[in-house]
């Protein structure tokens, strides 16, 4: 090219590379996906994300709600590759992935009471300090975890003891501490993705499952099931993570933009989620009035306490002495959150 409109391209070319780098560098379009709806507390806490991201830059967040990427294990797959920037997975689909992981689904370590839960997610050392390094061996960077209320049971028929338990087929999330969770509880556990739950409840593949009031209610899992029990086992714990080559690759200022977006919507959920636990078993009580609703007394709960020592032991035994100790501090964490 010649004259002056090729000398003219010439010299802007770079101006024009640069600017659109710029331009790139600064609007981003970032994909965020996640195991719920928008308007679960998954939902909830990614749609604040993305608010306080739009807000504070001109980045953009898509969120991917549960099932447009394929199951929870795929999704990972695709942050791992850094196809997604940021992943919303539970521990009772990483465990499979991070041994060290499971120690949130060690029973009877997770707070249940609401006024100890938020303290305790807020403040835990081992949450804010242990797991960061380990989630950074599998390529990511961990940004918050959040709770989602008490796990509860559902099953066909009621169970007080380990051995009413026996024979029940009850499905678990796929880290395989939820296995040998409910195998030590007297059941048949049978681990399963989201998507495949409800068929199998319908088909009597299962005959009941774990998770909290407000996602039970949400998927109308009370309906497929006769009595919800409420066992004092578990907190349904999640946490968000970025892929650790974006998040290393980003400017400082776009490094404290994740962090201080993961803050909000952190406070914000911490706020929320005892609330809308309790909304969960409200309308449950509401829509479904003949639905058994058990609370397993100090003294039966005893029993399935005994049986989580093997579970605990077995937990051990996968994720080592890093394991143990993030357990140990876990429990020193509880205390802390109860003063
Ligand atoms: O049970 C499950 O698989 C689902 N439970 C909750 C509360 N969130 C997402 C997860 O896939």
Known sequence: MTGFAGKTLRLCAPLMAAALMAGTAHADNWRYAMEEGLTDPQGLYATKFKEEIEANSDHTVQIYPVGSLGESADAMEQAQAGLLQFIDQSPGFTGALIPEAEAFLVPYIQPTDPQVVRKFFKESVAINEMFHGIYREQGLELLAVFPEGEQVVT??????????LEGMKIRTMTSPLLLETYTAFGASPIAMAWGELIGALKTNMVDGQENPAIWIEAYGLDNLTKVMTYTGHGQYTTAVMANADFYDGLSDEDKQLVQNASQAAHDYILDVA?????????????TNPDYTIVRLTKEERAAFKERAKAVEAAFVERAGERGAKILEQMKKDLVAAQQ
Do not use: N, Q, Y
């Not at 099953?155 to 009413?164: A, G, I, K, L, Q």
């Open 155 to 164: 099953t066909m028929e009621e169970f007080r003891t380990p051995e009413d």
């Open 274 to 286: 005892v609330e809308l636990d309790a909304k969960g078993l409200a309308k449950i009580k509401e």
